[in-house]
């Protein structure tokens, strides 16, 4: 992928942000620094920078989608009301890993699990 200056500062808004973040949200952070900037190219450097890992893309159930710029191993939890999203790190489990090999004969290198629930502010 070519260098582009509006990919890398969509790049840092998602890396800065701990909202895990639209792609509204990061077109809104950044029109006022980048006004030639369109939503459609927010979302088309969204979907290549998770489709390279360089983020990561959490789907929601209503289709929609956030985007996390830590890349270290976790899970992320997702209110069900007003749809935040959460970091969170599961403990080591090895017999999933053991569980996934019966079942599939995989060997399992790492998972992302997305939980369902309410935040405080809608509990």
Known sequence: MRYSYQRQRILEAVQSSTDHPTAVMVYDALKASLPKL???TVYRNLNQLADLGRIRKIPLPDGSCRFDGTLHPHSHIVCDTCGA???????????LADSVAAQTGYRLDSYQVIMHGLCQACS
């Open 38 to 40: 369109s939503l459609g």
């Open 85 to 95: 999203v959460a970091d969170v790190v599961l403990p080591n489990l090895p017999e």
